[in-house]
């Protein structure tokens, strides 16, 4: 099973045919393709982002979390009436 030529959308080096180069090369070389799990999870990662999407997600959630953590250590905003807790 072959890949594209290996050219972008724009000309020049598509961004993730190197990792496609080092999996498949691996894979060709190798007697047992599981040796090959890291270029191949190289390889995915370049096309879809999910290691960067988790961690970007979980940036934000701290960031979000010590932001309210903030609000609230330094109480109600001026002008704005709060309701008892009647809890």
């Not at 000309?11 to 190197?18: A, D, E, I, K, S």
């Not at 090959?36 to 995915?44: A, I, L, R, V």
């Not at 879809?48 to 934000?60: G, L, P, Q, V, Y």
Request: glycine share 8%; proline share 6%; hydrophobic share 30%.
């Amino acid at each position: 099973q072959a890949m594209a030529s290996g050219f972008g959308a724009h000309g020049g080096v598509g961004r993730c045919y190197p990792f496609w180069q080092d999996f498949s090369n691996c894979v060709k070389n190798c007697e047992d393709p599981s040796h090959c799990m890291n270029q191949k999870e190289d390889y995915f990662e370049c096309l879809h982002h999910r290691k960067e999407i988790t961690r970007m997600n979980a940036i934000s959630a701290e960031i979000r979390r010590q932001q309210e953590e903030k609000d609230k250590a330094a109480g109600p905003k001026p002008g704005w009436f709060s309701f008892p807790s009647f809890s």
